[in-house]
């Protein structure tokens, strides 16, 4: 299961339930400013998470905001209440949603931490944010991975077909390096200075480069005695 799908899925489940009319994600104060907000809404905060290799697991952590608009024209303490029993019952069903077995590609956090909220930026809106975490199992399938590297046993024999070429730049290059002794050969590692820089089709950025077999076009100019390290194969 992948990350789009993980968002997806809750953004489905949110938006079936029928107290819920609309769906977010991003910032949230983004989401409490916009006024063609459609109240009761459900907003996805993305909290980090965790990729375990042992466990063979990614655990996604998220924030989940239940929001409703108060009524203020009288008896706005017990509107308030009201909004957010409504927005707890509704966080409670997503959570019974999600936690369906009917789920088996994803793990959903036992206990959730609840907290009730009031904010006053401009209407004013009253809810629950719930923190949960959704963990979801990878086979860690080396072979399946796209990649140029297929050799992971670093024998004598297969190190005699990489290569390593060390460039000190003067600073004149501009973004372009010319290295005669790499022209034609597969690029699968450039370092610069302390740091992996990575390889693109096009508009490198600072941290990324082009490769025509000819030319390592950057995405920053050089400085004076900037150290390249490329390791390379032949094709």
């Keep these: ?27 949230v104060t983004d989401f409490l400013a916009d006024k063609t907000t459609k109240y009761p809404a459900v907003f996805l905060q993305d909290n980090g998470g965790k990729i375990s290799l042992s466990g063979h697991a990614t655990t996604l952590n998220y924030r989940l905001f239940l929001m ?5 024209s009288e008896d706005s303490k017990q509107n308030e209440q009201d909004v ?3 927005m707890v ?39 629950c944010i719930v923190d949960i975490s959704i963990r979801i199992m990878y086979q860690q399938n080396i072979c399946q991975i796209p990649t ?22 003067t600073g004149n290059e501009g973004v372009m390096l010319n290295i005669p002794e790499i022209v034609g050969k597969k690029i699968l590692l450039i ?15 600072s941290a990324e480069f082009t490769w025509n077999d000819t030319t390592i076009t950057l995405g920053t100019a050089t400085n004076m005695n900037e150290r390249f390290l490329i390791l390379y194969r032949n094709y």
């Design 84 to 86: 957010q029993s409504d």
């Design 89 to 127: 019952s509704i966080a409670m069903d997503l959570l019974a949603q999600m936690n369906n077995g009917a789920y088996s590609d994803w793990i959903v956090s036992a206990d959730n931490n609840l907290q009730l909220v009031v904010e006053n930026d401009n209407d004013m809106h009253a809810g």
């Design 191 to 205: 370092t610069r200075g302390s740091a992996v820089i990575y390889k693109v089709s096009y508009s490198p950025s």
């Design 68 to 72: 409703d608009l108060v009524h203020v």
């Design 1 to 27: 299961m992948t990350l789009n799908q993980v968002i997806n899925r809750i953004k489905a489940l949110s938006l079936g339930h029928k107290q819920v009319r609309s769906f977010y994600q991003g910032l």
């Design 148 to 169: 140029d590297i297929t050799n992971y046993i670093p024998t004598d024999e297969s190190m005699k077909f990489l290569y390593d070429s060390e460039y000190m730049a």
